[in-house]
């Protein structure tokens, strides 16, 4: 991502365009790092661009993410199968971090291919190699391999890793606790300002959400710095409880709730499983928490039960339209045509991050409701104002003054 002082760097996946730059420094790689390590000489080594476009190719069995700074190719990590191909940096990009990044991001491709127990080669001479690997969990099994190409030859470690499971909530959750000191200031500007949904940032006094809330007992499920539980204190709510999966989220809203002065409970559970009674409340509201952190299929049929008759629904999330036309990694530009098929979405991991989210189609969410008992009351669409001309978020800001980023559902359960 582009920085004050510095150029712009971005984790993607590679294509052809990437070929030329990769195998660049590839073969400088051979030339430096690896010479020592090789028995033969390497001077008379080609760069093998033929190779890379191969491995590049939309019908490869390889797949290749990429560290690119200012858009060209510095570092990758390639995968196949169960395996960790490959894990290159330029060698004027090295000590940057670059490895550890990709690292990760190679594993996360493996997890979401389905792969648990995986498996990397690498140089036995290479020792910082191998110390980054075990670094991260890997185990050197003491198998060696005997390489040839040309008149080259070395041998390789043969290095294997168990990768857990993808699971949501536990993922989620790991995520949040790492993540909340990133979101301490903009609890503090939420708490402090007024009212306005989503990243989008539509004023609550055009949307009128909580208008007709006084008296309510309120629960907030996904509730993060408590900025949104703060508000309905504000509009008059008789009470508010504040959940979520996060410890260290919810330190955060209690360090708040101290500076605002303005304290309400705290709970410490996943919203799929609420330790809260039936019918105790008359609103659950979220803005992003259980709307993408959580099953809809499971914590939607939980908030019914907690909700009296006639209790309503309100939840905010990123809208269906943005699900299918956002890229994999976290710094690609959201796209005007779909990157993914819209039958069955509903579960999304990316490669560059550890989170799970959950997004459905209008149809499904239809369903899903309406198997709960919910009636719909409405469904708002919110996009960029004409004049946003704020940094992007998770989405072009742009984009989002043509096409909804965010969506708000509203239901009741009958009386």
């Not at 002082?5 to 073969?27: K, S």
């Not at 400088?28 to 760069?47: I, N």
């Not at 080259?152 to 790991?174: D, I, Y």
């Not at 919910?374 to 669409?381: A, R």
């Amino acid at each position: 991502m582009p920085t004050a002082d510095g150029p712009t760097t971005v984790t993607r996946y590679a294509t052809l365009d990437d070929a030329e730059a990769i195998t660049d420094y590839h073969h400088r790689c051979w030339l430096t790092t690896f010479a020592t390590y090789v028995e033969g000489d390497v001077s008379g080594l080609a760069p093998q661009l033929d190779r890379w476009l191969e491995r590049l190719a939309p019908e490869s069995d390889f797949t290749t993410a990429i560290v690119a700074v200012e858009g060209k190719a510095i570092a990758h990590v390639t995968i196949r199968g169960n395996e960790l191909v490959n894990l290159f940096v330029d060698p004027n990009h090295h000590r940057a971090g670059h490895g550890r990044t990709l690292l990760r991001v190679g594993e996360r491709m493996l997890a979401l291919a389905g792969h648990t127990d995986v498996e990397l080669h690498t140089m036995v001479a290479n020792e910082p190699a191998k110390a980054l690997y075990t670094r991260f969990g890997w185990t050197i099994t003491g198998e060696i391999l005997d390489e040839v190409s040309g008149d080259l030859r070395w041998q390789e470690s043969v290095l294997r890793k168990t990768l857990p499971p993808v699971g949501h909530v536990e993922a989620n959750r790991e995520h949040w606790d790492a993540d909340a000191p990133n979101w301490v200031e903009s609890g503090r500007r939420a708490w402090g300002d007024d009212p306005s949904w989503g990243e989008v940032g539509t004023p609550e006094s055009e949307l009128h959400l909580l208008s007709d809330i006084d008296g309510l007992d309120v629960i907030e499920l996904g509730c993060g710095t408590g900025y949104l539980a703060s508000w309905c204190l504000k509009a008059g709510a008789a009470s508010v409880v504040g959940l979520d999966n996060s410890i260290a989220q919810l330190r955060t809203a209690q360090t708040l709730q101290t500076e605002f002065e303005q304290p309400f409970p705290l709970v410490w559970a996943d919203a799929e499983r609420s330790p809260f009674a039936d019918g105790c409340c008359d609103l659950i509201i979220s803005e992003y928490g259980s709307a993408i952190w959580c099953d809809p299929n499971v914590w939607i049929p939980e908030a019914a039960r907690l909700l009296r008759p006639g209790g309503r629904l309100i939840f905010l999330g990123t809208s269906a339209v943005l699900s299918l036309c956002c890229g994999d990694f976290e710094t690609d530009p959201t796209s005007t045509t779909l990157q993914r098929p819209q039958r069955n979405m509903l579960r999304f991991a990316w490669p560059d991050d550890d989170c799970v989210e959950y997004h459905t189609s209008h149809g499904d969410m239809i369903k899903i409701l309406r198997g709960s008992r919910f009636v719909i009351d409405d469904l708002v669409e919110l996009y960029s104002a004409a004049d946003d001309d704020r940094p992007p978020a998770h989405f072009d800001r742009e984009w989002a003054k043509s096409w909804p980023a965010e969506e708000i559902w509203v239901a009741h359960l009958p009386s």
